[in-house]
């Protein structure tokens, strides 16, 4: 899951996960889910997933609230990057595209060839699948094939820890909210 750190000061970061129906930003600083019909009322970061498949993300906005990304005037649509800033109105955020990878169980599909050991998954056995290539890898609390090599064959890193793999220089992240 995609997310954003929101600046809250000048040296702190709030990090927000980007639901599937996205989150609207308003510009006095507040942050939430987004809502249906949200979009031209508020600035917004919509998922979307090109005719690939491929999942990416796009801030869509009014021209009566002014947004910008990495300093550059956005008209009303922008399709983010990695690590890009973000201002609109008073909020300002990084957004981060990094997939953290979550163990899950293989579907009553059939059985599949782990990438790590090459043996058999079996349907209903625990398995990461790479979230950056699609790989699919053993994982159990016996047996992390995916844990086992420090990184997938695409490059992807296999930390399963839900930290963020950078924080803006001269910013530190708060602690996660319990409720959250």
Same mark, same amino acid.
């Given at each position: 899951?995609?997310?954003?750190?929101?600046?809250?000061?000048?040296?702190?970061?709030?990090?927000? %996960?980007? $639901?599937?129906?996205?989150?609207?930003?308003?510009?006095?600083?507040?942050?939430?889910?987004?809502r249906? &019909?949200?979009?031209?009322?508020?600035?917004?970061?919509?998922?979307?997933?090109?005719?690939?498949?491929?999942?990416?993300? +796009?801030?869509?906005?009014?021209?009566?609230?002014?947004c910008y990304?990495?300093?550059?005037?956005?008209?009303?649509? /922008?399709?983010?990057?990695?690590?890009?800033?973000?201002?609109c109105?008073?909020?300002?955020?990084?957004?981060?595209?990094?997939?953290?990878p979550?163990?899950?169980?293989? $579907? %009553?599909a /059939?059985?599949?060839p782990? +990438?790590?050991?090459?043996?058999s998954?079996?349907?209903?056995?625990?398995?990461?699948?790479?979230? &950056?290539c699609?790989?699919?890898?053993? /994982?159990?609390?016996? &047996?992390?094939?995916?844990?086992? &090599?420090?990184?997938?064959?695409?490059?992807?890193?296999?930390?399963l %820890?839900?930290?963020?793999?950078?924080?803006?220089?001269?910013?530190?992240?708060?602690?996660?909210?319990? %409720? +959250?």
């Amino acid at each position: 899951m995609a997310y954003v750190m929101q600046v809250r000061d000048k040296a702190t970061l709030k990090r927000i %996960d980007i $639901p599937p129906r996205g989150i609207s930003i308003s510009g006095s600083g507040e942050v939430r889910p987004a809502r249906r &019909n949200t979009a031209g009322r508020r600035p917004v970061i919509l998922p979307y997933r090109d005719v690939n498949g491929s999942l990416h993300y +796009a801030l869509v906005h009014s021209p009566r609230t002014p947004c910008y990304v990495n300093g550059d005037d956005v008209l009303t649509l /922008h399709c983010l990057s990695h690590r890009d800033f973000i201002v609109c109105g008073e909020t300002a955020l990084f957004f981060d595209s990094t997939i953290i990878p979550q163990p899950e169980s293989l $579907p %009553d599909a /059939h059985e599949v060839p782990c +990438a790590y050991c090459r043996g058999s998954i079996q349907p209903g056995s625990g398995v990461v699948c790479c979230p &950056n290539c699609g790989l699919v890898y053993h /994982h159990d609390h016996d &047996n992390s094939c995916w844990l086992a &090599n420090n990184r997938c064959a695409c490059g992807q890193i296999t930390d399963l %820890d839900q930290r963020p793999d950078w924080i803006p220089s001269g910013f530190t992240l708060e602690a996660a909210d319990d %409720d +959250a």
